[in-house]
């Protein structure tokens, strides 16, 4: 998983990327929320593809309720786990 991966060692994850990929990618990590590799739209779509899976394993379902989200997770063995933030 990308998470298991110390944030100074990304750039292991995106061989034959220039080293600023790795920046790019730790901006995205952990600082900018995002549920899908296809939103990182500063890495090339190529590098998205790569990474989608071994970022994150679920296929997510939100709703937005005024001040409550809500997201539903679907991990690859079909288990579902569910996660609410009220406000």
């Given at each position: 998983m990308v998470y298991l991966t110390h944030p100074d060692s990304l750039n292991e994850l995106l061989p034959g990327q220039p080293d600023f990929r790795a920046d790019q990618f730790r901006a995205w990590l952990y600082q900018t929320p995002f549920l899908d590799a296809v939103d990182?739209?500063?890495?090339?779509?190529?590098?998205?593809?790569?990474?989608?899976?071994?970022l994150w394993p679920f296929e997510v379902e939100?709703?937005?309720e005024g001040t409550t989200r809500k997201w539903l997770f679907h991990a690859p063995d079909g288990a579902a786990v569910e996660a609410v933030l009220m406000g």
């Amino acid at each position: 998983m990308v998470y298991l991966t110390h944030p100074d060692s990304l750039n292991e994850l995106l061989p034959g990327q220039p080293d600023f990929r790795a920046d790019q990618f730790r901006a995205w990590l952990y600082q900018t929320p995002f549920l899908d590799a296809v939103d990182m739209t500063n890495l090339p779509l190529q590098v998205r593809e790569k990474i989608r899976s071994r970022l994150w394993p679920f296929e997510v379902e939100s709703a937005d309720e005024g001040t409550t989200r809500k997201w539903l997770f679907h991990a690859p063995d079909g288990a579902a786990v569910e996660a609410v933030l009220m406000g």
